[in-house]
């Protein structure tokens, strides 16, 4: 979430840490100039508008829906034993969550299960209220679980209904998601994993959870959390070990969604898209490393 960041860059007075070149260009930017931190982050996270207006439900593969904002995703996994939700976005958008479920044909009371990418608001805060709507499950990363109980908008408990492992496999109507960990953004950051079939095909699916190092992230000498770099280190390999036929991520801007929609219906499935996987990966990781290492140098310039 991003109020969060701003406030550590506050805490920290370190300021936004603009960081010019990373090695590779993705699909959503011009070649030849990589994002900065901040480009990267605005990129992501849209404005306040685009973060709860909806974005036209669709399929996107298989049975799995696009139901999220200009933003913030939400997909929705239909089965014949009811739904599971990955991300409910902030609490203030739900109606408009509930509208493009509906829109797509699908019973928003038949949500059985609640799940997310990470515990900040933008992709969780709306937990409580769609459990109270249609009576689902919530399941979260265990290691996120503290950060969703500080999470009370209106100050409505946060609902827990079961802690997940690193593997752990969530199950409905023949449907079946892995949650891996793929930590650094938040403790228990999430990347969902599932098969699906199209004609015949089975393709793999993976929803990334954010690897997004956000303007005033301290990766170095972090009192809060002195391990960061290292969880994200981690992440980062997690993510490089899977070769999704289907990358998609906690915002749409992750995978060219917007882009991609328009193409739906001229030619194969646009969401199809291994290499675009690798695309949005590697800069990321590129721009964590560079932040990192002007963080490391910085640090070493005060000790001397
Ligand atoms: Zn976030």
């Known amino acids: 979430m991003w109020m969060t960041a701003m406030r550590i860059s506050g805490a920290v007075g370190a300021g936004v840490i603009m960081v010019a070149m990373v090695a590779m260009p993705t699909a959503q930017q011009p070649a030849g100039r990589a994002l900065t931190q901040e480009e990267m982050f605005r990129r992501n996270v849209g404005s306040r508008e685009d973060q709860v207006t909806p974005f036209p439900p669709h399929r996107i593969v298989g049975n799995l829906y696009y139901v999220g904002t200009h933003s913030l995703s939400a997909f929705l996994v239909a089965t014949p034993d009811g739904h599971i939700l990955i991300n409910t976005n902030w609490e203030r958008a739900v ?5 493009s479920v509906e829109a797509l044909g699908f019973a928003f009371d038949d949500i059985e299960i609640i799940l997310g990418s990470h515990a900040h608001g933008d992709h969780m805060e709306g937990d409580a209220l769609v459990k109270e709507m249609t009576g689902a499950r919530v399941m979260a ?7 969703l109980r500080r999470m009370r908008p209106g100050d409505k408990p946060h609902p827990i209904d079961r802690e997940l492992q690193d593997g752990d496999e969530v ?93 739906i219906g001229d030619g194969p499935n646009p969401f199809i898209d291994p290499d675009g996987y690798r695309e949005e990966l590697d800069p990321v990781e590129a721009l964590f490393m560079q932040v990192l290492r002007e963080q490391e140098a910085a640090a070493a310039t005060e000790r001397r």
């Open 171 to 263: 199950t409905l109507g023949g449907s079946t998601l892995v949650a891996r960990l793929t930590p650094g953004h938040t403790k228990g950051c999430t990347t969902w994993t599932m098969t699906v079939s199209e004609d015949g095909e089975s393709y793999d699916v993976a929803i990334i959870g954010s690897m997004g190092s956000n303007p005033g992230f301290q990766f170095v000498n972090n009192p809060d959390n002195p391990t960061i770099a290292d969880e994200f280190r981690e992440g980062f390999r997690v993510l490089q070990s899977l070769a999704p036929d289907v990358p998609l991520g906690s915002h749409p801007a992750m995978y060219g969604m917007a882009e991609k929609y328009e193409r």
């Open 141 to 147: 990363m265990a290691l996120d679980v503290p950060a």
């Open 95 to 99: 109606e408009g969550l509930k509208t």
